[in-house]
Structure formats: C-alpha cells, structure tokens
C-alpha cells in the first residue's frame, strides 16, 4: 500500500465492481460482461436497467414485470410536487432535480437501498423533468402513461403528445450509452454516500451535485454553446486558434480514462449524422479542427472526442432544450448510481481515504493582546 499523494485519485482502484468496464487503453465500454456497442441500439432502456440492478438481462417475463414496475412508480409524492411548483420557473433544471429527489426520498429515508427503490427513484426522474419544463413554459405537466416505455413516455410527458419511433429509438439509445461508466466522480460520491449506510435519496442528491458540473456533466450544453459561438464550419478554425491564445478550453474532447476515441462517441456520431445533418456539419469540422490543435500542442498526449461531444446534436435533434441536456443524463445515470449503491451497501465498507498534511508544524498561539 502506497501512502503517496495523488491528484484527482488518478489510476487509484476504489472498489472492485462487476457492474461496468470502462476500458480506457482498447476504447471498450463493457455492462456486466457486454459490450456497449452490442446493446445500444438492440436494447431497451429497462432491459440495460434490469442488467445493472439483477446483474443479467432479463427474460420476457422479467422485462414485462420490470417495465410495470417502472410504469407503477412514476409519479411524484403530494411534497415533491408541492417543491416543484414552489421552485422559481428560471431554476436550473439540475437543481430542480437536486431538490425535488431529496423532498421525493422523504418517504423512504429510514429504508435500507434496495431494488424497488431505485426503480422507484429511476422511474421518477423523467416526471420531476418534464413537469417542470413545462411548468416553466407555462403549462400543465402531462401525467405519466403506464403502456409507454421509459423513453417514450419522457418524450410524452414533455411534448404532450406521442414522438415518432425514430425519435423515441434515438432517445432509448442514448440512455442504455449513458446509464453507466465504472467509478466517474457521481458514482463515486454515490458509492461514498452509501458507505456510511445513508438512505438512496442522500446517494442520489450527492450524485446529482457532482454531474452539475461543467468538468463532468455539464459539458453537452457547453458543446452546444460553443459550436454556437463558432457559427459556421469555415469559422472552426480561427476562432479555435484565438480561443487556445486566451486558454479557452475545448468541450468535448479529452477523457480521463480513454486514450482512444470514446466508444460512446462512436455511437452518437453516426447517430448525429443521421438525424441533425446542420449541427454535424458544423460539429465534424470543429471535431477536425480541435484534434489537431491539441495534438499540436501535446503530441505525447492522447486526446480524442468524448461522449459529451455528439451527445449534444443527437438531444438537440431529439427536441430538448440545452439546459436540460444534463438532466437527461442523470435520468439515465440513475440506473448506473443505484446499481452501484446496492453494490456497496451489499459489502460494505466506509470509504475514509488518508489527506497529506501541508500546513504549519504544531506551535503555540499567540494570545490575543499580542497578535495586535
């Protein structure tokens, strides 16, 4: 055991884990002894979900009893309801969510983290987003339906009406990619959280705090605002050029644990390309462009297109607004927190990493009338 220092825990192992891999040197992303690329766009959200909780994938009749569960479990106490609508309509939609799952956890906060209570809590977010977004707008929120799958009914209850297959496909998709990667920083404060046997909402409020931010995220949104700012596929360059001269740093590139091009990325840009042609024009000449500015400046240094990258335009074909780009996120990452909860509290063990002290040696205080 090593008692050296080491910024950000880099390379530091801080549970072993047989929910994900995130293989950083080969660009593998493995669910449970699956690779990602096989379950993107051949799964459904709730079949990934049932691979995370129960450790396989289901059966007919497991998925059909998952899928009623979820459908059963989407409403919203009488108080987080009451939280919602006491929100101002110009919060940020992740603190909503923050906000409203702490008030939604209430009823189960002496309960031990179990299976039905990350259904419950998955099921909900999709509710708490969607009802606030159109309550932002100035309209009722739309109740939750019960013969509509986990994609299909956010698009419903955000829209008020059905989406198209192609869109709801679009949307599945994107949340079996993002439902879980190994030991991110939400997961870790998640795990955190539940060693010292907290309830599941105090895992998940934690959880969602750490995705807000930017380095983590926030970055989708970001993406979008900086290809806005860029404008045009023959602006790409100079205005990157300027950016890196004022330290600018380019979202959606870089990774901390991939060397290669992210495997999700992967997905998502062909996805991109497919459905939001405008925005991939733009994105794939920024994409060039970013990559060889960074590899101009540190040709030692891996740095490849990660998932934050595409995942805006395939949102933003989807119909989401920006801000809730990362809300979204965390209604998938949901399932990913909650299996690695029920993973700790299963053999647990309080996470109390050491600190290295850099302050004063011990030495007397100065009595008050001395210190002037």
């Not at 920083?185 to 046997?197: K, L, M």
């Not at 462009?289 to 395939?314: C, D, K, M, W």
Request: charged share 20%; hydrophobic share 40%.
């Amino acid at each position: 055991m090593t008692n050296e220092y080491v910024p950000g825990l880099e390379g530091i192992v801080a549970a072993q884990t047989a929910i994900s891999l995130v293989d950083g040197a080969n660009g593998r992303l493995v669910y449970r002894g699956y690779v990602i690329a096989d379950l993107a766009e051949e799964m459904s959200f709730e079949e990934v979900a049932h691979l995370l909780w129960y450790g396989k994938l289901p059966t007919r009749a497991e998925l059909d009893a998952l899928t009623l569960e979820l459908a059963s479990s989407r409403r919203l106490t009488p108080a987080a309801t009451a939280t919602l609508n006491a929100l101002p309509k110009d919060t940020d939609p992740m603190d909503v969510l923050r906000s409203v799952v702490s008030v939604q956890g209430v009823e189960h906060r002496l309960e031990k983290p179990t299976i039905p209570l990350a259904i419950h809590a998955t099921a909900s977010f999709p509710t708490i987003l969607a009802a606030f977004q159109r309550r932002s707008l100035g309209l009722e929120p739309v109740k939750p339906r019960a013969d509509l799958g986990h994609a299909a009914n956010y698009l419903y209850m955000l829209n008020g009406k059905e989406s198209s297959p192609e869109l709801v496909r679009a949307l599945n998709t994107y949340l079996v990619l993002l439902a879980d990667h190994g030991m991110n920083a939400s997961t870790f404060t998640a795990r955190v959280i539940a060693s010292t046997d907290s309830d599941l909402a105090s895992c998940l409020v934690g959880a969602i705090g750490a995705l807000k931010g930017p380095a983590h995220g926030g970055a989708p949104s970001q993406v979008m605002e900086q290809l806005e700012l860029i404008g045009t596929p023959e602006n790409a360059e100079p205005w990157m050029r300027a950016a890196r001269q004022r330290k600018v740093r380019f979202m959606g590139f870089g990774h901390r644990v991939y060397r290669v091009y992210d495997p999700r990325a992967k997905i998502l840009k062909a996805m991109c390309e497919r459905m939001n042609p405008d925005f991939f024009a733009l994105a794939s000449k920024v994409e060039e462009v970013a990559l060889r500015i960074l590899h101009e400046e540190h040709p030692e240094r891996p740095q490849s297109t990660n998932v934050e990258f595409y995942s805006a335009g395939v949102l933003q074909a989807i119909g989401l607004p920006k801000e809730y780009f990362t809300p979204t996120f965390a209604s998938s990452r949901a399932a990913g927190w909650t299996a690695h909860v029920l993973e700790q509290v299963a053999n647990n063990r309080l996470i109390r990493p050491q600190s290295e002290y850099i302050g004063p040696e011990p030495h007397k205080p100065v009595p008050l009338a001395e210190r002037g």
